[in-house]
């Protein structure tokens, strides 16, 4: 029977450190955002809501 490692919280986020990834932080205007929007920030800081439009924000949806 093999015997079972046990190993701390830190010691197990350094150990599996190589099989995670996260996207590249880029910043913009001070501030680290994903690779994908910072490309696309000028779309983003262009976008002028029009008086009459409505935002609405709920939770993402969860299975």
Known sequence: M??????SY???I???GG???RF???PVQGVPLMNHI????DSISAFEPHPSDLLI???PKAV
């Open 38 to 41: 910072a490309n696309n920030w």
């Open 2 to 7: 093999s015997e079972k490692r046990v190993l």
């Open 57 to 59: 924000a709920t939770y």
């Open 24 to 26: 590249p932080l880029i």
């Open 14 to 16: 350094l150990e599996a």
């Open 10 to 12: 830190s010691d197990s």
């Open 19 to 21: 099989s995670m990834s």
